[in-house]
């Protein structure tokens, strides 16, 4: 791992415009990211794992500038991102990809495989004709499939095949880093194996650095070299994965793996049933947004709200008992 | 525990006529649930397992029809029941609740409503019994301020929570067994547990047998005294849950779950089974596993292998690979 990273996000924050009351014209807002910092390093896997609502897809967007972030900066390689538009964006953007949660919906059904993967390659190279198809098929023989599927459909497939053609055309512009959000969450368990393992292969032979966002906590502890959680649009804790699945230090990290239901019996967890559910993102609670469901909550957490401090090897919580 | 059999469905057929050709959903499905017991049926999409529920309450969607089988609840046949008959079985005797409790439940009633009125419907009561009834299993699924819980509509209330009051409601009329189908799939897994930690506690308290419909092998092990695995329309293997998921015999069950991403081994590829869950139109021959399975023998094409023992207390599996002549 190098020393500077290859993507450095600073205090990304991202505000959905909600309900505006009719009578007061009072505007109300969606937190969905609040001032998230977080450094990727080239060739890792850091794993963004939390529940629904808990803003990680919408911190893969963001990164992706698929939404405009309120306030922050994400840096590629020293450059903002955030602040670039137009012909510089679209250069920046050749070394950033991404994968979606549901291949069905990420293809148009009227388009071929071919035209699919070649898309990103007649937008941004001057590649055309036969030295286009050659490179489509190539693509496609790194993602394990055969060069005969080109010219068929995307209702021809399984959600596993497609979602190996989603990658093959995220890999089309050679970039360094993906935001895979969700990639195996709409698959069967089987299938679901066999992209992680291509995935997990790409990453060696290409030198690829993943985002990987998940629900799934075996997955994440699978495929991450580092892991974030996220909670109401902020990140509670980060370190390796390791770390975070064997030394959490932050309660909602305990009661999320505790509840996680374990085949192995050997690494099953005393479980934490945490009460109610998560809170609106419109109006978050004071001080520690998790305070209102934690069971280790004290006055000042209600008051004053923790900040993400290093306690250690680079592994970092946000939670007032972990600070002095 | 009771051992006597509460639900038994034998050789269940289930089609589906379509414009593509005959899809056959089930074929031969075989289990049977205990009185007071939490009994798993774990598969991939297109296994056939929500189909089976469908067919114990003779609810099955058109076009598809109930080809063959028997289902046997509490000693009487279930698909020789007159359809007045399987209206007061349905929702009264078994109950049934599904993935997304937002579909479930009608957007322009309040759930005190719509809660009564299922209540009503099965036992003679007036109107402020159901109240009372319907407030006492409220409480009884742990959900706070029923009262108030009474007032709203199904929007107010978040995902767990719907899943509680759809709970509630199945279980109001003294319903004896509980069909879940993929019943925490679209919850959090902290919600999760708060509903399966509530199955459990409802199959001590009221003594109901659970028949619990999932993908998840996970919720299986933390949840369910016995297990059957299905693949492709029928049942591969079957048992203890500590048998099937810590002595599997099935090579689908093994290559199952063996690609489960476990802590232990981290760092290594995940096995995957090759190939594709084949579709109920063009199922192949013989054992229906035999095109992804490694260790295919001649036999396996021809002639669908039956469940035999193969362990102790109802261990049994589906595959010429265990103790039986070989017939072809």
Same mark, same amino acid.
């Given at each position: ?51 629904s609502?808990?803003?990680?897809t ?41 994968v979606f949660q549901n291949p ?55 959600g596993?095949?497609?979602q ?16 895979l959000d969700e990639p195996t969450s709409a698959l069967d368990v089987?299938v679901q194996?066999?992209i ?16 990987f966002i998940t629900h799934d906590?075996?997955v994440v ?104 | ?61 058109? /076009? ?14 279930? *698909? ?34 719509? @809660? ?29 301020? /029923?009262?108030?819980? !009474? ?34 799939t ?6 999760? @547990? ?7 506690? !409802?199959?001590?308290?009221? @003594? ?26 029928? $049942? ?7 048998? $099937?998921?810590?002595? !599997? ?20 590829? *995940? @096995? ?11 199922? /192949? ?23 035999? /023992? ?19």
């Amino acid at each position: 791992m190098s020393e500077s990273p290859l993507l450095r996000i600073e205090g990304l924050t991202k505000h959905f415009p909600a309900r505006r009351s009719f009578l007061t014209r009072r505007q109300s807002w969606v937190r969905a990211l609040e001032d998230v910092s977080i450094d990727i390093y080239e060739q890792e896997t850091l794993g963004v794992v939390g529940e629904s609502g808990c803003g990680k897809t919408t911190l893969g967007r963001t990164i992706m500038r698929l939404v405009e972030p309120t306030r922050g900066k994400v840096l590629f390689e020293g450059t903002d991102i955030a602040a670039l538009d137009g012909g510089e964006l679209r250069r920046y953007r050749q070394n950033m990809q991404m994968v979606f949660q549901n291949p069905y919906s990420s293809f148009d059904p009227r388009f071929s495989v071919l035209n699919s993967v070649a898309e990103p390659l007649r937008t941004h190279t001057s590649l055309r004709g036969d030295a286009l198809v050659d490179r489509c098929r190539e693509l496609l023989e790194q993602v394990r499939m055969g060069g005969e599927i080109l010219y068929r459909y995307p209702h021809e497939f399984s959600g596993g095949q497609l979602q190996r053609i989603a990658v093959a055309r995220a890999l089309a512009l050679n970039p360094k880093f993906i935001v895979l959000d969700e990639p195996t969450s709409a698959l069967d368990v089987s299938v679901q194996a066999q992209i992680i393992n291509l995935l997990e292969e790409l990453q060696e032979e290409l030198r690829l650095t993943y985002l990987f966002i998940t629900h799934d906590l075996t997955v994440v502890q699978h495929i991450s070299h580092r892991v974030a959680v996220m909670y109401l649009g902020q990140v509670v804790e980060l370190g390796d994965t390791e770390t975070i699945f064997y030394e959490a230090r932050h309660p909602y990290t305990e009661a999320l793996l505790s509840a996680a239901p374990s085949l192995d019996p050997k690494f099953r967890r005393e479980r934490i049933v945490l009460e109610g559910s998560v809170p609106d993102p419109i109006d978050p609670p004071p001080g520690c947004s998790f305070h209102p469901r934690c069971p280790a909550a004290s006055d000042r957490c209600a008051k004053s709200e923790p900040v993400l401090v290093d306690v250690g090897e680079g592994h970092w919580v946000a939670c007032h008992r972990c600070q002095g | 525990m009771v051992s006597k059999a509460l639900l038994s469905v034998e050789d269940l057929h289930v089609r589906f006529q379509t414009y593509a050709g005959v899809v056959r959903a089930v074929n031969g499905m075989t289990f049977g649930v205990r009185r007071g017991e939490i009994f798993g049926l774990v598969g991939e999409s297109g296994c056939g397992k929500s189909v089976t529920g469908f067919s114990i309450l003779r609810m099955v969607p058109h /076009p598809g029809e109930i080809v063959r089988g028997r289902i046997e609840f509490d000693g009487e046949n279930l *698909l020789e029941k007159s359809r007045a008959a399987m209206r007061k079985i349905r929702g009264g005797r078994i109950a049934m609740i599904f993935q997304d409790p937002s579909a479930s439940l009608n957007p322009v009633f309040s759930i005190g409503n719509q @809660a009564k009125r299922v209540i009503r419907h099965h036992l003679d009561v007036d109107d402020t019994e159901a109240r009372e009834a319907a407030l006492r299993m409220f409480e009884n699924v742990g959900l706070p301020d /029923p009262v108030r819980v !009474l007032e709203t509509y199904p929007h107010e209330l978040s995902g767990g929570m719907k899943q509680r009051v759809m709970t509630a409601m199945a279980l109001s009329t003294g319903a004896e067994l509980l069909i879940a189908d993929e019943p925490t799939t679209a919850l959090d897994v902290t919600i999760q @547990a708060q509903i399966l930690a509530l199955f459990n506690r !409802l199959r001590e308290e009221m @003594a109901i047998s659970i028949l619990l419909i999932t993908h998840d092998l996970g919720v299986v092990a933390e949840t369910c005294d016995r297990v059957a695995v299905a693949y492709a329309g029928s $049942v591969v293997e079957m048992g203890r849950t500590e048998d $099937v998921l810590y002595k !599997l015999k099935h090579p689908y069950s093994q290559g199952l779950l063996a690609a489960l991403p476990l802590p232990a081994d981290r760092g290594q590829p *995940l @096995a995957s089974i090759a190939g594709n869950v084949p579709d109920g139109i063009h199922l /192949p021959s013989g054992c229906p596993f035999h095109p992804r399975c490694p260790y295919v023998m001649d036999v396996c094409s021809v002639e669908r292998p039956p469940l035999v /023992p193969v362990g102790g207390e109802g261990h049994a599996a589906a595959c010429y690979l265990y103790g039986q002549e070989r017939e072809a």
